[in-house]
């Protein structure tokens, strides 16, 4: 088996900051060390605050992302109304109305994850349309997002390092799925940084299938739809883990209109893509097989306490304590 970092997901917004250890280095350090962690995955909100975080412990990021964005990438007036909304509320979603100073956003973001330290970054390939939320019907298909991917990914490239691992996130939405190896060798292929690779997330894949019931059928379907990506197993480089069984909910929300407001959007995402650590030690055979150099336990805690008790769940799961 090859090294395998085990790490935490991270956003350092200053509330995340004081609400999970109280602004304090010391609080950071016994977390990270007391759960026996290599470090993080950091989602660079701010520039590294060194008096709070060391880069020693940053081991990657996880880019900033929209998960509307393809109507305002292509500046296409009547999906950003449908969408989004008005002038106001496009200026207030992306922070311009300007794509190329969005760019510049981006931009700022993976310097600022470069210059943290990390030596990966996370790259969401994924659109969700509000009005087709909770129905799952898009009026955009995986193979359009893949190729406005590349695209934005092209347009941002000079900004990464060639020593630095791009990898590519998988989501539910259409884009990447996993589910379409095809669509990945497309991906691989015509992005100009030639050193990515996939952080294969098990919660959104499980969020692929509405008919997985508890965890040992969400292991077997992770570990079969691995199988089927063949040579491509090669480039799953990381894995962000967790589960979810939302099948039934999804299914009771189809027939459900989805407003466009953000509590209402984040509540039914939260209440498909649950975050909650593996508990059957069956998830063992995803590491044996997958082999994966960066292993994150990616939750969304709701205090310390919940933290460190999520990840002693899966840490125990896993075998790890």
Not at 51 to 77: A, M
Not at 110 to 136: D, Q, T, W
Not at 283 to 309: A, C, G
């Amino acid at each position: 088996m090859r090294h395998m970092l085990e790490l935490f997901n991270f956003a350092n917004a200053p509330e995340e900051i004081n609400r999970l250890f109280g602004g304090k280095k010391e609080n950071l350090v016994s977390f990270i060390e007391g759960n026996n962690l290599d470090g993080m995955e950091l989602m660079a909100c701010e520039p590294l605050q060194e008096d709070f975080l060391e880069r020693r412990y940053v081991k990657g990021s996880h880019l900033i992302f929209w998960p509307t964005w393809f109507g305002f990438w292509r500046q296409d007036e009547e999906r950003l109304r449908r969408d989004i909304g008005n002038d106001e509320a496009v200026r207030y979603m992306y922070g311009t109305e300007n794509v190329r100073e969005w760019l510049g956003f981006w931009r700022d973001n993976i310097r600022r994850s470069v210059e943290a330290g990390a030596e990966y970054l996370v790259f969401h390939i994924a659109e969700s349309e509000p009005s087709a939320l909770s129905s799952r019907q898009f009026t955009v298909t995986d193979e359009e997002i893949v190729g406005a991917s590349v695209e934005l990914v092209n347009s941002l490239c000079n900004e990464i390092p060639e020593d630095c691992l791009l990898l590519f996130e998988n989501l539910w939405w259409p884009g990447l799925t996993l589910l379409k190896p095809r669509l990945m060798e497309k991906l691989l292929e015509s992005v100009r940084h030639k050193n990515c690779g996939f952080m294969m997330d098990t919660g959104h894949l499980m969020n692929t299938n509405l008919e997985l019931r508890n965890e040992a059928e969400s292991v077997d379907y992770v570990l079969d739809i691995y199988r089927r990506l063949g040579e491509l197993q090669k480039y799953v480089r990381g894995i962000h883990l967790h589960q979810s069984q939302s099948g039934e909910y999804v299914k009771a929300m189809m027939s459900k209109h989805i407003g466009k407001g953000p509590g209402e959007i984040f509540e039914y995402i939260r209440n498909v893509d649950r975050h909650l650590p593996f508990r059957t030690t069956d998830v063992k055979r995803i590491l044996e097989e997958v082999q994966p150099e960066y292993l994150v336990h990616e939750f969304l805690p709701k205090s310390t306490e919940d933290w460190n008790m999520k990840l002693a769940v899966q840490r125990h799961a896993l075998g790890l304590v």
